[in-house]
């Protein structure tokens, strides 16, 4: 008896020890189709543009995406056939009301910086290896450059706050980012050595400088937000139309920007 408890014990012990490898990457799985598919909004993706965000094989997005169907987590449009998030999904999220705690402590930063800049000013967080847009201010300048929604999910190295996130990043750890995202870079009209290109100037300049933005005679200019422990965490970005953002002004705004990241860095402690 003795020997048959101790044992019993040792194969407790091992299952505590080995974590069930096999369900583990399946959950994995389906939250990578998620977070694609939360980059097609509302009108939500065809299933190989998530097989090849997700470097998946067809059956295996196909089998994933069917099971998020039947559990509500996922929709599929009958008219386009295309995927998005479901409905379930912000039901869910209600568990969790709150705002999202940078938003709220950046808020009067938002907009005191807004009133002085007077373009469209946006605040990107950093989500895994993607961006996500989570608020949107509206400056007085008759024409604004609308180019985000907030919600607007993007992989890290596609926006100008993306590639400011980057930038904040040590070398490798940025480069292990773009070269896991280089996949889903296609649909945004860049690759690799682009956006690493992109990086290592932003972090020569001590900011990111698009000078064409997402919309054709636009301009960006974003500055990282670095939590406590010097990890970047967010982005503050204005854009522009390029006649608003000439050499002389483009130096005024980026000091703006970068005292106002310093300020939501503050408020955020």
């Known amino acids: 008896m003795g020997h048959m408890s101790k044992r019993r014990q040792a194969m407790k012990s091992d299952d505590k020890v080995q974590p069930p490898r096999k369900g583990a990457q399946t959950i994995r799985r389906a939250l990578a189709v998620l977070r694609i598919l939360a980059a097609g909004r509302e009108a939500g993706l ?17 089998r994933l995406v069917h099971v998020l169907i039947e559990e509500g987590i996922v929709e599929r449009n009958e008219k386009t056939g295309r995927y998005a ?3 379930q999904v912000p039901e869910l999220a209600l ?8 938003a709220a402590a950046a808020d009067d930063v938002l907009s005191r910086t807004s009133r002085a800049v007077g373009d469209t000013l946006f605040l990107t967080v950093r989500t895994g290896n993607d961006t ?10 008759p024409i604004q ?10 992989p890290l190295g596609v926006s100008s706050a993306g590639v400011a996130i980057l930038a904040a990043m040590p070398a490798h750890e940025a480069r292990k980012i773009v070269t896991a995202n280089e996949v889903r870079f296609a649909p945004y009209r860049t690759d690799a050595a682009t956006v690493l290109t992109q990086i290592a100037v932003a972090r020569r300049r ?3 400088l698009r000078e064409v933005g997402l919309v054709q005679e636009t301009k960006s200019i974003s500055t990282w937000i670095k939590t406590a422990d010097n990890r ?12 608003r953002l000439g050499p002389r002004r483009e130096h ?3 000091e703006i920007l970068l005292e106002a990241a310093h300020a939501i860095e503050r408020a955020a402690r």
């Open 206 to 208: 001590g900011y990111n």
């Open 95 to 102: 568990a969790r009301s709150t705002r999202f705690p940078l």
């Open 145 to 154: 450059v609308l180019s985000i929604e907030v919600g607007a999910r993007r």
């Open 252 to 254: 005024e705004v980026a």
């Open 132 to 141: 996500l847009c989570v608020d949107r201010r509206i400056g007085s300048y």
């Open 46 to 62: 065809p299933l190989a543009e998530v097989v090849q965000a997700t470097g998946l094989t067809r059956p295996t997005v196909h």
């Open 232 to 243: 970047p965490i967010a982005a503050l970005t204005v854009s522009a139309v390029r006649v």
């Open 85 to 87: 998030v479901g409905r």
